[in-house]
């Protein structure tokens, strides 16, 4: 009977491993995982240079995302009351990525960038000299039980970056 059941024990402990062996794996090769806490506030800059100025981050309008081991997104909402109009007009927040990352159907390099959702459902991707690189199409979250100004949730191996109830799909290249 004892070795039944060190024999079960030992199979057991075997299967664990397995498991943990896997789902460390998983981490850090695939899906992405919103980052909340100190976590977020390790990783957001607390302003951001645009178009010649700096503004500073809204902090409860910040969210990121790590996928993988070390690889993150990060998008805050700016204070733009600086800005002139034609700027304020077209951005309204930064996106930085330490590695290359899909938006839509745009690849876009790592780099700081800004970004603005338009009334017409698209976001608009800025360089930091507010030239527009590209604009993407939203899609509209009409089930989301509480919208927030800027927010990530993770779908699948992506992100979707919320402006309110619109949002994009950011997915790790």
Same mark, same amino acid.
């Given at each position: 009977?004892?070795?039944?059941?060190?024999?079960?024990?030992?199979?057991?402990?075997?299967?664990?491993?397995?498991?943990?062996?896997?789902?460390?794996?998983?981490?850090?090769?695939?899906?992405?995982?919103?980052?909340?806490?100190?976590?977020?506030?390790?990783?957001v800059p607390?302003? #951001?240079?645009?178009? @010649? !100025?700096?503004?500073?981050?809204?902090?409860? &309008?910040?969210?990121?995302?790590?996928?993988?081991?070390? *690889?993150?997104?990060?998008?805050?909402?700016?204070?733009?009351?600086?800005?002139?109009?034609?700027?304020?007009?077209?951005?309204?927040?930064?996106?930085?990525?330490?590695?290359?990352?899909?938006?839509?159907?745009h690849?876009?390099?790592?780099?700081?960038y800004?970004?603005? #959702?338009?009334?017409? @459902? !698209?976001?608009?991707?800025?360089?930091?000299? &507010?030239?527009?690189?590209?604009?993407?199409?939203?899609s *509209?979250?009409?089930?989301?039980?509480?919208?927030?100004?800027?927010?990530m949730?993770?779908?699948?191996?992506g992100?979707?970056l919320?402006?309110?109830?619109d949002?994009?799909?950011?997915?790790?290249?």
């Open positions: 009977m004892r070795d039944h059941l060190r024999l079960f024990s030992l199979s057991l402990s075997a299967v664990l491993a397995l498991f943990i062996a896997i789902a460390v794996m998983g981490a850090q090769t695939g899906g992405a995982v919103v980052l909340a806490g100190a976590d977020l506030t390790r990783v607390t302003s #951001f240079y645009f178009a @010649g !100025q700096s503004a500073p981050t809204q902090m409860r &309008n910040s969210a990121a995302a790590r996928f993988g081991a070390n *690889r993150y997104v990060i998008a805050g909402l700016v204070d733009t009351s600086g800005y002139s109009a034609d700027v304020r007009a077209v951005y309204e927040g930064f996106l930085i990525t330490d590695s290359k990352i899909k938006i839509g159907d690849e876009l390099d790592v780099g700081a800004g970004f603005g #959702f338009t009334e017409q @459902g !698209q976001m608009n991707i800025l360089d930091l000299a &507010n030239n527009k690189l590209f604009s993407v199409p939203t *509209r979250d009409a089930r989301l039980r509480r919208p927030r100004p800027l927010m949730m993770v779908d699948g191996a992100i979707r919320y402006d309110g109830r949002y994009v799909l950011i997915t790790a290249k």
